[in-house]
């Protein structure tokens, strides 16, 4: 069931869906569905005895505290005015590295936990705005006037080497090492944050998702199936089916974020 917010003359509406796929015996992304506020987040684990899944809840549930405690506080840098925009790109930042060393002291402290942890991708909308915290290899896609384009880049071995080399999409498919992540939350004390910002548009679609959705299906798939529903509970749903059909080599997950009157 999808839930909205409203953010000045628009309405933010969110949906999303997670699926185990065929292949693994249990799903270690996770993702935040918003109660109170136009936040989505997409974590998928990684780490052995099921710990991925403990890496992902915690980057999912961290985020989410942080900006709930943190929605009706001033701003740090008072008495001097500092645009809003630097403030959201701040607390973006600071979510997503809160994240990263909760799940880090984690896998310090548990020896089955040592070692464990997850991609991320949080979206927040505010005064006409969307703020993205990227980690890893989950994605989020942007769908405006029937074109998508995918808004984060990957943190992998794949695209460090396709960026050194020239690669066809023969050579690509068959790169050995392409699910190896090279920058992932709980891995190290610190973390890099990418943070994107942009204005939103009335009719924009956005997508954040796990790499066993973008990984299964073309960006043409994802454009057509995300597009030719009215509802993106039905839309979402339908990613995640498909993505199965094509195989479900791994978990799941599909987040549609769609801009209302």
């Given at each position: ?7 000045g003359?628009?309405?933010?509406r969110f949906?999303g869906?997670?699926d ?11 993702f935040l ?8 987040v997409?974590?998928?684990g990684?780490g052995?005895?099921a ?9 999912v549930?961290?985020?989410?505290e942080?900006?709930?405690r ?17 403030e959201q790109?701040?607390?973006m ?7 990263n060393?909760r ?5 310090r402290?548990?020896p089955n ?11 927040f909308?505010?005064?006409g705005?969307f703020?993205?915290?990227h980690?890893?290899?989950?994605r989020?896609?942007?769908i405006?006037?029937g ?22 999409g ?14 992932a939350l709980?891995l190290?004390e610190?973390v890099y944050?990418?943070?994107l ?6 009719d924009?679609l956005?997508?954040?998702c ?6 299964m299906l073309d960006d043409?798939t994802m454009?057509?199936t ?10 979402a749903t339908?990613l995640?089916?498909l993505a ?5 080599n791994?978990?799941i997950?599909?987040?549609?974020v769609r801009i209302?009157?």
């Amino acid at each position: 069931m999808s839930i909205s917010f409203r953010d000045g003359q628009f309405r933010v509406r969110f949906s999303g869906v997670t699926d185990i796929g065929r292949v693994r015996d249990h799903n270690e992304d996770n993702f935040l569905l918003p109660e109170v506020m136009p936040l989505a987040v997409v974590s998928d684990g990684m780490g052995g005895h099921a710990s991925g899944e403990v890496a992902s809840s915690i980057a999912v549930s961290t985020i989410d505290e942080y900006y709930r405690r943190t929605a009706t506080d001033a701003p740090i840098t008072w008495p001097f005015r500092v645009p809003p925009l630097h403030e959201q790109r701040d607390r973006m930042t600071t979510a997503v590295k809160l994240a990263n060393t909760r799940i880090y002291e984690t896998g310090r402290a548990d020896p089955n936990k040592k070692g464990m942890g997850c991609t991320v991708d949080a979206m927040f909308f505010a005064q006409g705005r969307f703020y993205i915290g990227h980690v890893g290899d989950s994605r989020v896609y942007r769908i405006r006037r029937g074109q998508i384009s995918q808004l984060t880049e990957d943190h992998s071995l794949l695209n460090d080497y396709r960026r050194m080399k020239e690669m066809s999409g023969a050579e690509m498919e068959a790169f050995p090492h392409k699910n190896v992540v090279v920058r992932a939350l709980g891995l190290a004390e610190q973390v890099y944050v990418d943070i994107l910002v942009d204005e939103y548009q009335r009719d924009d679609l956005y997508l954040l998702c796990s790499d066993g959705l973008c990984g299964m299906l073309d960006d043409e798939t994802m454009l057509q199936t995300a597009t030719r529903f009215n509802s993106i509970d039905t839309a979402a749903t339908m990613l995640v089916k498909l993505a199965n059909e094509a195989g479900g080599n791994d978990n799941i997950t599909a987040m549609l974020v769609r801009i209302e009157l």
